[in-house]
């Protein structure tokens, strides 16, 4: 898969294995070359390796990779043809550095620390997008718009406070792969094939040369379960938040039908035939992509699926690893998206007075002021709509006489002895029940729109993203500064 979003630029388009720009490819070489160099460092300071012999070897690793880095060179992705490479500038001694090890523990290690690149980009990207949604809803908290449900005009609502709720979504996803980090961030190295090595290796310091916060307990786990594990749970994770980026897409296409959208796009291009078109094809393609990785992730399962322990079909390290960065770019161009998106609060408001998205506040009313129960406020207030669908009034042009006369013909009509006889509303106090702001203004319960919690809501969205901008920043140095330590204590065996 080659996913693309022309509309928004070339977002897909960075290379895929390089979430630091300015270092070389973060592919299967990259890191057999970083394994090899934590080998030296940890079997060094065990005592496993002789200290005379080190110097020379580190300096032949330093040529192979100085040659895989240089264009046009090989850079093997499988230890047996890596291994050769090392072999000819250092001679078949150096492959002492492979006691204790197997291609099963340094290629399911490898697997994690792609995976684990593509996921801070992916977290990157998401949190970018979180952003870019958070300042439009912001600049759309007095904006009152429709509400869909089932497909259909529901009620009136702060646009930002709608907003907030997809963004709530996008905090879970977060918060998912955060919690898979935990599983994912651990060190399989040293378990060897799958019950380990009798070289008393130094696991956890190979694991912390290596950026990982921890080891995979049990060997055979390690080599023969966990790395199906972690690659089809790394995709899974990406089923919400894709899902996430199509019904934001889809919320908003509901009102692009409209001859006059309240949402625009600020990207479009011409029909060919058609001079009034003006497609919005940025969500479209993005709305493409995002639904192309979702079909994609399930291949994973059926690569997964009927498989004895250790085989390597759902750890194919080129089908996760494009998939994954499809993903990501996914998310870069939703968040390019995001802020091409154009909101016309008059037309949104416009549109909600053409039709009776209000009717409800009638019946809550009825109730809450005059003991009128729900289910016949409900009644009154759905005759009325069928009456003024009936007469093509809207609720600005509905005439206050023909409400009130609605009303009181039914409370006669019906026997609701019960209830007021008499339409119990002022002509001003019936108009404000149908006015869209008044509705969202009055709101009442905790997590509405109302101003002191749309204010604590926006607080509380701006407050996570903090958070998880933090949080990743400091996994982001956890792994820089590994690598720095490493290539200290690289270097200071070539003296």
């Not at 408001?349 to 002021?369: C, F, Y």
Request: hydrophobic fraction near 40%; glycine fraction near 6%.
């Amino acid at each position: 898969m080659a996913l693309g979003v022309p509309s928004v630029g070339e977002a897909g388009k960075k290379a895929d294995l390089e979430p630091w720009s300015g270092t070389p490819p973060r592919d299967e070489f990259y890191w057999l070359s970083e394994i090899n160099k934590a080998t030296f460092v940890t079997n060094t300071a065990a005592g496993l390796l002789d200290r005379k012999s080190v110097g020379t070897w580190c300096k032949a690793q330093e040529r192979v990779i100085e040659t895989g880095n240089t264009p046009g060179n090989p850079r093997p992705k499988m230890y047996v043809r890596y291994e050769p490479l090392l072999i000819k500038e250092a001679g078949i001694e150096v492959t002492l550095i492979h006691a204790g090890r197997s291609s099963q523990d340094m290629h399911a290690t490898f697997q994690r620390a792609m995976i684990r690149d593509q996921i801070v980009r992916i977290i990157r990207n998401l949190n970018a997008a979180r952003s870019a949604l958070l300042t439009l809803a912001d600049q759309n908290r007095d904006t009152i718009a429709p509400c869909y449900t089932n497909g259909v005009a529901a009620q009136p609502n702060s646009l930002g406070h709608t907003w907030l709720g997809h963004l709530e979504g996008f905090r879970r996803d977060i918060e998912n792969l955060k919690e898979f980090w935990a599983r994912l961030n651990l060190s399989p190295m040293g378990t060897t094939v799958l019950n380990g090595t009798p070289w008393p290796l130094d696991r956890h310091g190979m694991a912390k040369l290596l950026g990982f916060e921890g080891i995979i307990d049990n060997a055979y786990d390690a080599g023969q379960i966990a790395g199906t594990d972690v690659a089809i749970e790394a995709e899974l994770k990406l089923v919400e938040p894709l899902l996430h980026v199509t019904q934001f897409i889809q919320d908003v296409m509901t009102q692009y039908a409209q001859p006059r959208p309240w949402i625009l796009v600020s990207a479009t291009y011409a029909s060919t035939a058609m001079p009034q078109k003006r497609n919005p094809g940025a969500l479209i393609d993005v709305r493409r992509d995002a639904n192309e990785v979702l079909g994609e992730i399930s291949g994973i399962i059926f690569r997964a699926h009927d498989l004895a322990p250790g085989m390597y079909d759902a750890k194919d390290q080129r089908s996760n690893a494009t998939l994954l960065s499809d993903a990501a770019s996914v998310f870069d161009a939703f968040g390019k998206v995001i802020g091409l998106l154009k909101v016309n609060p008059d037309r949104a408001l416009e549109e909600l007075n053409l039709d009776w998205t209000a009717s409800q506040n009638i019946a809550d009313v009825m109730m809450q002021e005059f003991g009128i129960p729900f289910r016949e406020g409900h009644h009154y207030s759905s005759e009325l709509v069928t009456f003024a669908r009936a007469h093509e009034y809207t609720p600005i042009t509905l005439p206050y006489e023909d409400a009130k006369s609605l009303y009181e013909t039914m409370v006669k009509k019906e026997g609701l002895s019960h209830i007021p006889s008499n339409f119990p509303f002022t002509e001003s106090a019936f108009r404000s029940l149908l006015d869209p702001k008044s509705i969202v203004e009055a709101r009442r319960s905790e997590g509405g729109p109302q101003k002191p919690e749309l204010d604590r809501l926006f607080k509380a969205a701006e407050q996570s993203l903090e958070t998880d901008t933090a949080w990743l920043e400091s996994k982001v140095k956890l792994l820089r500064d590994a690598e720095i330590k490493l290539n200290s204590a690289f270097k200071a065996l070539e003296d």
